[in-house]
């Protein structure tokens, strides 16, 4: 398992590190097996897959026992906290302590709301600093969601201007605040990565975006690729496709396999929409 230090320098702007988000023991152990040497947890998954919305706060006790699970297998892993769990900066710094005793090496924390509102800046900076001052070892990941939680029309380019210097304007009051690198979600072009690459003066995180390699990324700046929710979701695509490919008695595999979107996949954590 590697070090919260080694984690740390593992981000270099140019040279970016792929980190895949696992849901469970089961597709942690299985990314280890693709090569991973780090496994991030992906708070949609963690939270769907026990029943629970995301981003409400409810899954709490599957995200520490998970936590529990991987670093007691000996993988290193980072911990999606969606917003802490917590309003108050203190129990949410008690939180990242706890993580960090169990060997967690980083955690992401958000700065969005369970209703996708942007929460006030200088509030959500003294949850990092809590963070910052309980659990130092920590690499702490402030995600900021001007991009997430209102996307831009990706043909208007005076709204896409105003979520970069947004993100740009929370990014440094959140390193200033302790956070250790910075990551915003969303789909990104590539004149906008390098943009918040070039303003943000440490580690700048993004999603895997279509259709670009991470070398890619890498080029304009990134030091952090994450998969997100994609591969939990990537996985119910295929539950789907080899479920019909059995139906039919279609060789599995030879059909084209749908990801369901975010939205439809976060609705799982109601419960299917088919019952009742």
């Known amino acids: 398992m590697l070090t919260a230090a080694r984690f740390r320098a593992m981000h270099r702007a140019g040279d970016p590190l792929l980190l895949p988000n696992a849901w469970d023991a089961a597709s942690a152990c299985w990314l280890v097996e693709q090569g991973a040497r780090v496994v991030g947890t992906t708070s949609l998954g963690v939270a769907v897959a026990a ?3 995301d981003g409400t706060g409810a899954a709490l006790v599957p995200t520490l026992a998970l936590a529990r699970r991987l670093t007691s297998a000996g993988i290193t892993v980072t911990v999606d906290l969606e917003s802490g769990f917590s309003d108050d900066p ?48 920590l690499y702490l990941n402030a995600r900021t969601d001007a991009f997430w ?7 208007d380019p005076r709204a896409i201007a105003a979520r970069t210097t947004a993100s740009l304007e929370r990014a440094r009051r959140y390193l200033d605040a302790g956070a250790s690198g910075v990551f915003v979600p969303g789909a990104l072009d590539d004149r906008t990565v390098a943009a918040l ?12 975006q279509p259709g670009r390699a991470v070398r890619e990324l890498g080029e304009l700046g990134v030091a ?27 060789p599995p595999g030879t059909t084209a396999l749908a990801i369901p979107g975010y939205a439809a996949a976060a609705a799982l954590g109601d419960g299917p929409a088919s019952s009742g």
């Not at 005793?101 to 942007?118: P, Q």
């Not at 690459?197 to 895997?208: R, T, Y």
């Not at 996985?235 to 479920?243: D, F, K, Q, W």
Request: net charge negative.
């Open 149 to 155: 939680a209102d996307p831009p029309p990706a043909d």
């Open 51 to 53: 029943g629970m919305a």
């Open 224 to 250: 952090r690729v994450s998969t997100g929710s994609l591969l939990f979701r990537a996985a119910l695509g295929a539950v789907a496709t080899v479920l019909e490919e059995v139906r039919r008695g279609t």
């Open 197 to 208: 690459a070039g303003g943000i003066p440490a580690p700048l995180n993004v999603l895997a």
């Open 90 to 137: 203190v129990a949410v710094g008690e939180l990242a302590a706890e993580l960090a005793r169990y060997g967690v090496v980083g955690i992401n924390l958000e700065d969005s709301a369970a209703d996708g509102r942007l929460v006030d800046a200088a509030t959500f900076a003294a949850k990092l600093a809590a963070v910052a001052a309980a659990a130092p070892e």
